[in-house]
């Protein structure tokens, strides 16, 4: 059994920083692709960030290129995701992912499709 853990969600004034981490557990578990998505009311699932955990690489969607950051801790098997400059349109739940097929080093794990576990999300809310 796999299970993805998020934590760091909460309340921030529009300008403010949050970071969010997940940390993925389960025996044997070994993951290619992690990545963030979001849902706010009435929208559907956007993507925000992804790794690939062979290569690296890192993708984002575009209304939050240049103020999140994704990254890893191998180690730990822990994605965090970065965020600054918030917006009140980045206020959603924010879910985490993991991906247990290897699709390759070049590929950005952009869809959820590609993805074989969630968290159960964390709420982010940003006041303007």
């Known amino acids: 059994q796999v299970q993805l853990v998020e934590s760091g969600g909460g309340l921030v004034q529009a300008g403010g920083s949050l970071r969010l981490s997940c940390a993925a557990s389960?025996?044997?578990?070994?993951?290619?692709?992690m990545g963030w998505f979001r849902q706010a009311p009435g929208k559907e699932r956007e993507f925000v960030s992804s790794?690939?955990?062979?290569?690296?690489?890192?993708y984002y969607g575009d209304s939050v290129k240049g103020r999140f950051t994704i990254s890893r801790d191998n180690a730990e098997n822990t994605v965090y995701l970065q965020m600054n400059s918030l917006k009140s349109e980045d206020t959603a739940v924010y879910y985490c992912?993991?991906?247990?097929?290897?699709?390759?080093?070049?590929?950005?794990?952009?869809?959820?499709?590609?993805?074989?576990?969630w968290g159960q999300g964390t709420q982010v809310t940003v006041n303007s």
């Open positions: 790794i690939n955990w062979s290569s690296g690489s890192t």
């Open positions: 992912a993991a991906a247990a097929v290897n699709y390759g080093a070049m590929y950005p794990y952009t869809q959820s499709l590609a993805y074989n576990y």
């Open positions: 389960g025996r044997a578990f070994k993951s290619f692709g």
